[in-house]
């Protein structure tokens, strides 16, 4: 795609018009009156999806009980189908992902299997700009095992508060250090963090590693299995568009399969001998082996619409796209909005930035509420960032172009001025 962009309305429509993933704004529920730029914080509903959820509703309707037996079992077996679906998306084996509960629970189930503290090897290594669901998770299970997190949570600061340095967390890497958990792309910055580097030094110093990536599922082009990360968690609501509070996800790098799941449950038992329903835990040796309770179906099924679009879609078109039209946006805010205090707060470079742009500014809330109010669904983060992601398969350029223009007219209005600082509960 042509990088050389253009600033005048026209220009828009005609990178619409030869947009090899346009037609795949069809398939989403798009509302006339508004502009959706929250698909980093919740994807939008698609045709798919919904395709894929009234599906599963018409069989417990029909069929009752008698549902996991459907289509070969395959809503018993729902996490594997699935993961068939998503493994694509980052490179591994199918049987090395479990689609199950939530991203906190699978966070809790990764570290309690793989945390293993010792005399001398007993920190957990994270950094203090992450989402602070990850850091709450960690300091439980440390306290689980008997620690204080001021002891045995190990914080590598962001130099600057807003970026981190894959040196410092190198650097951080102590003997004391037994497992670090850290995002692949940050949810303020959008900034990408080598993985590949990060990964690499852990391994030589013998640390168990994950990632986080639930920033970087479905918008950027990645290869887990090349990585050989232990293990790495994810959620299915936000780029994946697979609805609000989705099933999230877990990966178990394939040479840890004989390992017992920190937290076992029914559904981790292999299924020949599941409804044997014995006392002792008979552990499936794949990833499936890490569910814990029944399938949660609805949580589930409109995921498998959407993970179809991707497939069909390919995350390389995808990554592509969101990288030409993100740059496309940033700069029309540079020839726009620069008179009026905005501040880029992401970093430039295509391998260093995920899917979402942060635009900073000193009034960045009641600006936020601003757009808000001319129908432009963007999301708020302290102390000063405006999240606006134009994704690749719903969004187009000329929504781009007319939300910076919304903009434009917000600033020379000062209308921003006319919103209170009280929050809602989600901004």
């Known amino acids: 795609m042509d990088n050389k962009f253009e600033s005048g309305p026209d220009y ?7 947009d090899p993933l346009g037609h795949y704004r069809n398939r989403f529920y798009l509302k006339k009156e508004s502009i959706y730029m929250c698909g980093n914080s919740l994807g939008l509903a698609s045709k798919d999806a919904e395709e894929s959820l009234l ?12 549902i996991w037996n459907v289509e070969n079992n395959k809503y018993y077996l729902y996490s594997s189908y699935l993961a068939r679906l998503m493994a694509p998306l980052v490179g591994v084996g199918e049987d090395e992902i479990a689609v199950i509960e939530c991203t906190t629970t699978v966070i809790h189930q990764a570290i309690s299997t793989f945390y293993k503290p010792t005399k001398d090897k007993y920190k957990i290594l994270v950094d203090d700009i992450n989402f602070p669901t990850d850091r709450y998770a960690v300091d ?14 190990k914080v590598v600061k962001s130099f600057d508060g807003k970026y981190m340095k894959e040196d410092d967390i190198i650097d951080a890497m102590s003997p004391e250090v037994a497992l670090i958990l850290l995002p692949t792309v940050y949810y303020r910055t959008a900034q990408i963090i080598d993985m590949e580097k990060v990964t690499n030094a852990a391994k030589e110093r013998g640390i168990i590693i994950g990632w986080d990536l639930c920033h970087a599922i479905g918008a950027l082009d990645m290869n887990v299995k090349a990585l050989d990360a232990d293990f790495a968690v994810w959620c299915n609501y936000k780029y994946l568009n697979g609805g609000p509070g989705a099933a999230a996800a877990l990966y178990i790098n394939r040479k840890h399969f004989d390992l017992l799941p920190g937290m076992a449950g029914w559904y981790g038992n292999k299924p020949e001998t599941q409804f044997n329903l ?14 814990i309770g029944t399938p949660s179906v609805f949580s589930m099924a409109a995921m498998e619409g959407a993970l179809r679009m991707f497939n069909e879609a390919g995350m390389s078109n995808i990554r592509k796209k969101s990288l030409h039209i993100t740059k496309y946006m940033m700069y029309l805010v540079e020839e726009k909005l620069g008179k009026f205090g905005f501040v880029i707060g992401n970093l430039r470079n295509d391998s260093q930035r995920g899917g979402h742009i942060c635009l900073e500014h000193d009034e960045g809330y009641r600006i936020s509420m601003a757009l808000k109010s001319r129908g432009v669904v963007s999301d708020f983060r302290d102390p000063n960032v405006i999240r606006l992601t134009p994704t690749a398969l719903y969004t187009s350029y000329v929504e781009v172009y007319r939300v910076i223009d919304i903009l434009k007219e917000i600033m020379k209005s000062e209308s921003y001025l006319e919103f209170g600082l009280k929050r809602d509960y989600v901004v």
């Open 278 to 291: 014995k006392q002792e835990f008979e552990h499936q040796k794949n990833a499936s082996g890490w569910q």
């Open 55 to 66: 599906n599963a509703i018409e069989h417990w309707k029909e069929n009752g009980i008698k």
């Open 12 to 18: 828009p429509k005609l990178l619409d018009n030869n």
């Open 140 to 153: 439980s299970q440390v306290r689980l095992h008997g620690y204080e997190p001021k002891d045995a949570v």
